[in-house]
């Protein structure tokens, strides 16, 4: 996940679950809470069921998403003073050698037309659908000046192929390897982990389905995007 999911994804999840006030990004943890004279890391990981082809494949399409989403956010920079919420809908397979994946970064930058925006100014929902590269279905943006850089995400819904309590323990377990460097910032842990799409913005309910794991994170909750809800794992 980009830092940009990273944080959306927590909006959504402190919205419905979580309700803290104060927060702001860090790394490792991914978030940092100040809460009742108390400092909460949140540590944010997006499951993926690697055991199979097809999820090797999928962590190999995001990784491409997001190295051609973090080119051109440079690229587009480098060419306007313009803050934007960018949103991007590639077509999948996305299969691309490296000439035309620069080619690619260059035609996003050059579909984006705000230079009959104001930049300085307030304005959502804007989008481009026609004429745009083989590979993408559409661009989405909002020109945001209160940004303090342009932040650039891709629409796109994730999937966990057959998610099972061996996955989450599998990941569960990868991140507690890292707990000590957490708790050098903070003096507790959560550990939110993420399955299905990142746009969410409400849900319909919090359920209680898995056997409660034991791990040294105090909390662990299952943002389950594609099926609007949210799973607590671990409580206090």
Known sequence: MTKEEEILTFIYANRRYFNFSKWEPSESPDIIVKEDNKTIGIEITELTNTLTPQGQEQVKLYSLENKIIKLAKKRFSEKHDIKLLINIKFKHPLKLDLNRRNKLIDEIVNSLEVKNHDPNKLSYNHEVTKDLPDEIDGIYFDIAPFLDESIWFTARTRWTEDLNQIIIE?????????????????????????????????????????????????????????HNEIVEIKGN
């Open 170 to 226: 599998n990941a569960i377990k990868k991140k507690e390897k890292l707990i000590k460097k957490y708790l050098s910032k903070c003096d507790t842990v959560y550990l939110l982990l993420i399955e299905g799409a990142t746009d969410a913005s409400c849900f319909d309910e919090i359920i209680k389905p898995i056997p409660e794991i034991k791990s040294q994170f105090e909390k662990i909750v299952l943002y389950r995007g594609m």
